[in-house]
């Protein structure tokens, strides 16, 4: 038995009346448009991902920044206190 009580010969038969109703050219084009669809769906996801990566490490350069500007200035102060 193959999927859900569907044996393989009845795969068989089926696949044969598709491609009698349809014809190989037809059949090709839709493989076709269906692979390209699949591959631009998967270059929008990794895309996708791709961005928001992005905006993640902005973010935590532009806070790493502000935290490096912030120690220089309390650095600044701290000498200057020393000094009085």
């Known amino acids: ?25 037809k059949l090709r084009n839709l493989g076709t448009d269906l692979g390209g669809a699949v591959k631009g769906f998967r270059s929008t996801m990794k895309d996708g991902a791709n961005a928001e990566e992005s905006k993640e490490t902005e973010a935590e350069s532009e806070g790493s920044q502000e935290s490096l500007a912030e120690s220089a200035e309390d650095a600044d102060s701290d000498k200057e206190n020393a000094k009085v």
């Open 1 to 25: 038995m193959g999927l859900g009580g569907i044996s393989i010969w009845q795969l068989l038969i089926v696949l044969v009346i598709v491609l009698l109703l349809f014809g190989t050219k």
